[in-house]
């Protein structure tokens, strides 16, 4: 008799999808098997039960601009939840005047209020070559991935080439891994200076402003310099079908690569920049073509890709206020919630994934990329009960309103998507059951990675 039984599912296991039952105790799995019997039971024939997602790129009250992106940790982990997404990772906040240590710790305070596990990836911003003791003190906290920038000088975060080399050298003797938001910041400037002194600023130049050349060229480049320093490199939300060609010729000539793209690079395209309301759609890389789109699913269909996240970073109407020039914007778009079931809808019910393979992208794929499988991101003896019960015909529209992250717009408004979770299970509990969320914030703990 165990604590919770998962009784009569479709479980996605690392060996495939197969008809079992889940036992938890505690925190964790115990069993899987026939007839497990506990105190609780959820029925979950006709469902699927997978891990939970793993969100691994998210920015919850992102300070920008005197402002911050408008989820904070307890209202976007509680819309994660009702997606069923049981681990986020966000960013420490990095600055020159501070250390990564430091900028760990006061992190971990912002967070304190999550509803789901969280880890960290420790943004690297004005970091000074030699200072190599930033990245081990780091990694002593429990974060070896290190985000950087190749663009953004304008704003100070870029990191320039010698820096990322030494600074990359130094993670690579760790064993850590570098994360790279991967576009070119002169080609941007000078495209982005040539339509301000033209008065083109309106949201139809934003693709023009960094096109994908942008993205080819800096994913190049940072895969030559992970190459010959050793690091793991991972490659922030590609976006672009020449950005993915990149990444498969790095990883062919001997990167250790790790792909992600988001939802938005799927599903949606530049056409939306048209729109009256086309500064909600802000977001950097920007929106590509549908060729990029078909790319980027076949890039998930060879395999190219690994991980698929949300760079969940939404700002509100207000928030986005347009003043004519797109450079007055905050960036980024709201989609921690829907990444499941937007990733089901539009890939495994047509056919394109299996949920073997959806598994992979959102649960598996990330852990592995993090260091914290198999406590995290598979459905296995030992690994803590983190799982969702998705129902393959609940069918919605999406809207803002329906939805639980603090965003009164949806990019997705008006799609009708088949399955949706109905149960969330993060380390044992229940902490969502068809729509009610049922968790407290601070229960959710920092996951260390190795
Ligand atoms: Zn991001």
Known sequence: ?????????????PSGAVRADIGIAGDKIVAIGTEIRGSREIDASGMVV?????????HMELPVRGDRSSDDFRTGTIAAAHGGVTTIVDFSVGSPDTHLPDEIEARW?????????????????????????????????????????????????MTDDGAMYTAFAAIARIGGRAMVHSENDAIINALTALLEKKGELGMTALPHSRPAICEEEAIARVGLIARRTGVTLRIAHISSAPGLEAARAARRAGTRLIAETCPHYLLLDEGVYAREDAHLYAAMPPLRTTADNAALWNGIADGTINIIVTDHCPFTRAQKHWTGSFLDLPYGLPGVETLLPLMYSNGVAPGRITIERLAELLSSGPARALGIYPRKGAIAIGSDADLVVLDPHKELTITAESLHMNCDFNPYTGRRVTGWPVVTISRGAVIVENGTFRGEPGRGKFIPQD
């Open 50 to 58: 997978l891990p939970g997602a793993i969100d691994a790129h998210v």
């Open 1 to 13: 008799m165990v604590d919770l039984a998962i009784r009569g599912g479709t479980i996605v296991v």
């Open 109 to 157: 305070k912002t967070a304190a209020k999550a509803v789901i596990d969280y880890t960290l990836h420790g943004e690297v911003v004005g970091w000074q070559p030699g200072n190599n003791a930033d990245f081990a003190h780091a990694a002593e906290l429990g974060v070896r991935t290190f985000k950087f920038y190749t663009t953004y000088s304008r704003s100070g975060r």
